[in-house]
């Protein structure tokens, strides 16, 4: 039966998703492209990608529902440009009224969402679910989230036009579909289109993600569309390595002022996209047209990661706290009809800011615990500088050089970090990979007192080089008494970008560059007796692809060169890492439960 714009199927009780015969040949409007739409009725759900490629730790908790409990509806909602994108519905049983609804977007199969969609049955919402297009059920030619604005808008337009709909709309996003979430607000006309949004662990910028310090994040991207089965897409993101116009539909920097509605934040220290989601949170909180005051952020310790060598007590009771929070944020702003102004006075106590302040984790040090503010305290930068002794000390040292090779064939391995698909993510031993060669390692006296960092950790690297281009990797460590090297946090910076991501400028052999690595974010405390380690190098292999050090476009070389680097010390060269220091009485443990329970309180006087 066709209603409206959709191929509509209801079924009550039972929960079935139905694959259509119908093809519908209409153009694409994906990213330029127009193409014979086609249905992937065939593709199996796959349960091994789905469980790699979702951080499950920061799901909707399970609710009890069944069928029984929500009407299911199937449809195949039509895009401006013809296409028919897969949507299902639930709709709340025995209750004579209005839903607010709340949308959920994936490339991994809309039924995988189920669990999330009967936890909003739950609270009272209706739940729409969408694939991608290209994606399982859904007609057109996947384009990643290259069509998520539009394709996000028309869907919100139709959930607001259905008898069911209250006209509010709220968005909610693990990962991928949390991009979709964030890009839902590029190609909003006016403010109510979208009234809230809960956000997990995602990027509203996908050119610095996938580009980070102009390396191509080789395992995250390359993996994340082998596991789609989706590989013919790379060349589209491989060929456009410089930050263009063809990025523009899926960056909202530059754009924060069309946001209108607020959103939770929930991040991670060790989070492939934590970086992109810090400035997301401060776009929506200080750019955007509505949602100041009512922004809230979280960064727990781990995010798409659960590894690393660091035990995190009570590292999960933030994201429960951002739960309770995004709850009542929709509540609020749903039943209660309570404005944008009224829901801000009633969230005035419940801090904007949460974060995890991470530690070594042994027996008696200090860190691995919570703490809030209205914002992240304001750091002293303190430098610490490399010597050619290898050691880092709070002066510039004298004059001095220190030289390795890189040979793209025998990069350093990647051990631990901000990965995806990786074996190893998190903190780990770095001991093993500083034996090598082509490591620098420069280290600190053994810390007489604790030293705090919260915010923006940098590095300038002073380079030279024999070859045209090249990479410089930083890691910084924090080393036990035992000798334990930790990663804290890593960076890179592919040279011939560094200044310039629009343009690439190729280095004169011999001539000294002052390279600037953002190594992200983190909030850690070394502890005393522990010392502060700088790890410098030019590769960090599968985590970015290895530079073949020709100054060529990424994968169109035909050889590779050994580059032999120079890192110089001094005062006119000081090479060195800015840490952003804090006191230790800016980072006051908070009890995460108890801000929960604030939470759910206030939620229940709504």
Not at 17 to 37: F, I, M, P, R, T
Not at 41 to 69: C, E, I, K, Q, V
Not at 563 to 586: C, E, Q
Request: glycine share 8%.
């Amino acid at each position: 039966m066709r209603v409206s714009n959709t191929f509509t199927l209801t079924l009550v009780v039972t929960a079935v998703l139905v694959c259509y015969d119908q093809g519908v040949a209409a153009k694409n409007g994906g990213h330029g492209q127009q193409v014979e739409s086609k249905r992937f009725t065939t593709m199996d759900f796959n349960r091994t990608a789905y469980d790699r490629l979702m951080p499950h730790h920061l799901r909707s908790p399970p609710t009890g529902l069944n069928s029984s409990n929500y009407i299911t509806e199937v449809h195949d909602l039509e895009m401006g440009d013809g296409v028919h994108l897969h949507t299902i519905v639930f709709i709340p049983i025995g209750v004579n009224k209005k839903y607010g609804a709340v949308l959920m977007r994936t490339p991994y199969n809309a039924k995988g969402l189920k669990g999330e969609g009967e936890y909003y049955i739950k609270e009272g919402f209706v739940a729409v679910m969408q694939d991608f297009r290209g994606r399982y059920a859904s007609f057109g030619t996947f384009q990643c989230w290259f069509d998520a604005a539009s394709d996000g808008k028309t869907t919100i337009d139709w959930i607001k036009k259905q008898s069911w709909s209250n006209g509010a709309v709220f968005s909610h996003g693990v990962s991928a579909n949390g991009i979709a979430a964030y890009l839902e607000e590029m190609d909003v006309p006016q403010p109510g289109t979208l009234r809230a949004q809960y956000v997990i662990v995602a990027t509203a910028e996908f050119h610095r993600t996938i580009y980070q310090g102009g390396a191509y994040r080789h395992s995250l991207y390359h993996g994340w569309l082998d596991e789609l089965g989706e590989e013919a897409f790379e060349q589209n993101i491989t060929s456009h390595e410089a930050l263009s116009a063809y990025y523009d539909p899926v960056s909202m920097t530059n754009k924060w002022n069309r946001v209108t509605a607020p959103a939770v934040h929930l991040s991670g220290w060790y989070d492939i996209f934590n970086a992109q989601q810090l400035d997301a949170y401060y776009g929506y909180q200080t750019q955007s047209a509505i949602g100041k005051g009512l922004n809230f952020l979280f960064v727990a310790p781990t995010g798409h990661c659960v590894g690393g060598q660091v035990p995190w007590p009570n590292g999960a009771d933030g994201i429960a706290t951002s739960l309770a929070v995004a709850l009542t944020l929709f509540k609020g702003l749903d039943e209660s009809g309570l404005t944008e102004v009224a829901m801000a006075e009633k969230l005035r106590g419940i801090p904007a800011v949460n974060w995890y302040v991470m530690g070594p984790g042994t027996p008696g040090s200090k860190g691995n615990y919570w703490t809030s503010g209205q914002d992240f305290p304001s750091p002293t930068p303190t430098s610490l500088y490399l010597t050619q002794l290898g050691n880092l000390t709070s002066v510039p040292p004298a004059p001095g050089q220190l030289s390795f090779d890189y040979n793209p064939l025998n990069p350093v391995p990647t051990l631990g970090g901000n990965n995806l698909l990786l074996p190893k993510c998190g903190p780990w031993d770095q001991s093993v990979l500083e034996q090598r060669d082509d490591v620098l390692s420069f280290t600190s006296q053994p810390l007489t007192s604790e030293i705090a960092i919260t915010g923006d950790m940098q590095a300038v690297i002073y380079l030279s080089s024999n070859c045209t281009d090249t990479d410089v990797t930083v890691k910084i460590l924090d080393v036990y008494p035992n000798g334990t090297a930790m990663m804290v946090q890593d960076g890179i910076a592919r040279v011939r970008w560094n200044n310039d991501s629009t343009t690439p400028h190729l280095m004169t052999p011999g001539q000294i560059y002052a390279v600037k690595v953002d190594v992200w974010s983190t909030s850690y405390i070394f502890n005393t007796n522990h010392s502060i380690r700088v790890d410098v190098s030019s590769s960090n292999f599968p985590r970015f692809n290895a530079n073949p050090n020709t100054g060529d476009a990424i994968y169109t070389n035909t050889t590779v060169n050994v580059a032999r680097n120079t890192i110089h010390m001094g005062t006119t060269v000081a090479s060195k890492i800015i840490l952003p220091v804090v006191s230790l009485d800016d980072l006051p443990p908070v009890d995460m439960t108890a801000l929960k329970r604030k939470v759910d309180a206030l939620r229940n006087t709504l």
